[in-house]
């Protein structure tokens, strides 16, 4: 299989808090990891990728001192929304491709944020 | 401007009535059509990948094509449990060694007994 993992699965948390969320494949290695959002009847919109190693690529319109993203091992990858207001409220998804042949996203069962 | 659009948006069946989905796509650098089913309030679920026009993939009741523009999930004699959003996504080439997903907005399914 494909599993990808994330956790947590839910946090609340208080405007200005920052918040962490792990993705991790767990029965494959992953050089590149993507962060999604997604709000409500939505799709997802890629925030960034995420590559072992090296820094994360950006999509535009997305702070890279906001959202701060590591992937420091070939099985993990952190988003750390740093200083959280209500407007970051959302779903948090990862994902993690398996290979460079199929390009395949397995994506993580996501995270859902509220800021108070 | 690279665009993914699903039809219908939201599309209600009876249990067995068969029926297709529809993914229509303006993307440069064209890499591969997925498909992912998604139940409310978790991640995307992967389906099929295809490729190239022609191309074919079937799994229990879904069947998905691809033509040079768009491709079809079609569902056989759905069941209940089909019932989901199912996401349509492109993979476009963005420069060298670095390409991404491009989703649609998706359609949601509904099968009723």
């Known amino acids: 299989g494909a599993v990808v993992s994330q956790h947590p699965s839910w946090v609340i948390c208080k405007s200005g808090t920052s918040v962490k969320i792990e993705c991790r494949s767990l029965d494959f290695q992953a050089t590149t990891m993507f962060w999604y959002r997604q709000f409500p009847k939505q799709s997802l919109m890629l925030m960034a990728t995420s590559n072992e190693g090296s820094k994360a690529t950006y999509e535009q319109g997305v702070e890279k001192d906001k959202f701060l993203i590591n992937h420091a091992s070939l099985t993990l990858s952190t988003l750390t929304v740093t200083s959280a207001h209500p407007e970051d409220s959302s779903f948090y998804i990862c994902?993690?491709?398996?290979?460079?042949?199929?390009?395949?996203?397995?994506f993580g069962p996501g995270t859902r944020l509220l800021v108070l | 401007e690279d665009q993914v659009t699903q039809s219908p948006e939201a599309l209600r069946l009876q249990e067995g009535e068969s029926s297709s989905l529809n993914c229509s796509y303006t993307?440069?650098?064209?890499?591969?059509l997925f498909w992912y089913r998604q139940d409310p309030g978790k991640g995307p679920e992967f389906l099929f990948t295809l490729y190239s026009a022609g191309e074919e993939k079937e799994k229990e009741r879904l069947k998905a094509t691809l033509t040079k523009k768009e491709s079809f999930l079609h569902i056989t004699a759905p069941k209940p449990e089909d019932s989901a959003t199912y996401l349509c996504a492109v993979l476009r080439q963005v420069n060298t060694g670095f390409q991404k997903l491009v989703f649609g907005t998706g359609t949601r399914l509904l099968v009723s007994p």
């Open positions: 994902s993690a491709r398996r290979d460079s042949i199929t390009k395949t996203q397995y």
């Open positions: 993307v440069s650098g064209l890499r591969g």
